[in-house]
């Protein structure tokens, strides 16, 4: 069985630039989540979806950020403009609809913003 | 606010010793404590979850012990091998059905053959 794939690993854009990022999780999985590791700190949650709908967005760090998960499959992350500090790790994962259901994560997508 | 501390720096022991990871935590009272494992270009691997009415964890050679009064987990590994060589994650979640976790920066654990 595939698990979480992120798309693309990595991506270099210039400030002011759109980037979007995309999420498989794992078949069947409602819960999706987004997750963002800056540099020397710890990885933070942006937001969660169950199926396609918002169920906390409350880490988003501002409106340049929109997620979306259509018809509660795959889910984009888009940045848009892109700015220096959006630099980082972002990892998705996914899980089951149980209390201690295990999260299971994407390798990420490094964004460097120039 | 919610505070979750970690040994940010690495962690070297000989290789058959045991691991001994700390994990404190303030302004929090999880109802989950989780341990994940990351390796460098990799998203973190979930390994144990604690609930805040146990003590104590095992699985095979990984030991979870959680105590809501020190506020405090402890995550050993026993007889140490260079592949558990990876940064090793605390997490906290309250209850709910979902997954929106506090991690910790992480501890680098370097097994030396």
Same mark, same amino acid.
Not at chain 1, 17 to 37: F, K, M
Not at chain 1, 49 to 73: C, H, I, Y
Not at chain 2, 76 to 84: L, V
Not at chain 2, 93 to 110: A, P
């Given at each position: 069985?595939?698990?979480?794939?992120?798309? +693309?690993?990595?991506?270099?854009?210039?400030?002011?630039?759109?980037?979007?990022?995309?999420?498989? +999780?794992?078949?069947?999985?409602?819960?999706?989540?987004?997750?963002?590791?800056?540099?020397?700190?710890?990885?933070? $949650?942006?937001?969660?979806?169950?199926?396609?709908?918002?169920?906390?967005?409350?880490?988003?760090?501002?409106?340049? $950020?929109?997620?979306?998960?259509?018809?509660?499959?795959?889910?984009?992350?888009?940045?848009?403009?892109?700015?220096?500090?959006?630099?980082?790790?972002? $990892?998705?994962?996914?899980?089951?609809?149980? +209390?201690?259901?295990?999260? $299971?994560?994407?390798?990420?997508?490094?964004?460097?913003?120039? | 606010? %919610?505070?979750?501390? %970690?040994?940010?720096?690495?962690?070297?022991?000989?290789?058959?010793?045991?691991?001994?990871?700390?994990?404190?935590?303030?302004?929090?009272?999880?109802?989950?404590?989780?341990?994940?494992?990351?390796?460098?270009?990799?998203?973190?691997?979930?390994?144990?979850?604690?609930?805040?009415?146990?003590?104590?964890?095992?699985?095979?050679?990984?030991?979870?012990?959680?105590?809501?009064?020190?506020?405090?987990?402890?995550?050993?590994?026993?007889?140490? %091998?260079?592949?558990?060589?990876?940064?090793?994650?605390?997490?906290?979640?309250?209850?709910?059905?979902?997954?929106?976790?506090?991690?910790?920066?992480?501890?680098?654990?370097?097994?030396?053959?």
């Amino acid at each position: 069985e595939a698990g979480v794939t992120q798309f +693309p690993s990595h991506s270099v854009i210039e400030k002011g630039q759109t980037v979007t990022l995309r999420c498989d +999780p794992i078949s069947g999985h409602d819960n999706l989540y987004w997750y963002r590791r800056v540099m020397g700190k710890e990885i933070k $949650f942006l937001l969660h979806f169950v199926k396609e709908s918002k169920q906390d967005e409350s880490g988003m760090p501002n409106n340049r $950020f929109l997620a979306e998960r259509t018809g509660g499959t795959y889910s984009t992350l888009k940045v848009q403009p892109a700015e220096l500090e959006d630099s980082g790790v972002y $990892f998705c994962a996914s899980s089951q609809d149980r +209390p201690t259901a295990e999260a $299971f994560f994407g390798q990420g997508t490094r964004l460097t913003v120039v | 606010s %919610q505070k979750i501390e %970690q040994n940010s720096e690495a962690l070297n022991i000989q290789e058959g010793k045991t691991a001994t990871l700390t994990c404190n935590y303030t302004n929090y009272s999880p109802a989950y404590l989780q341990w994940y494992r990351q390796d460098p270009g990799r998203g973190p691997v979930f390994l144990l979850l604690i609930r805040e009415n146990e003590k104590e964890k095992r699985k095979e050679r990984l030991k979870v012990t959680f105590d809501t009064t020190l506020k405090q987990s402890l995550f050993h590994i026993t007889a140490s %091998q260079p592949a558990d060589s990876a940064t090793y994650l605390c997490a906290l979640r309250n209850s709910g059905g979902y997954q929106k976790v506090t991690f910790g920066i992480g501890t680098k654990l370097q097994v030396i053959p």
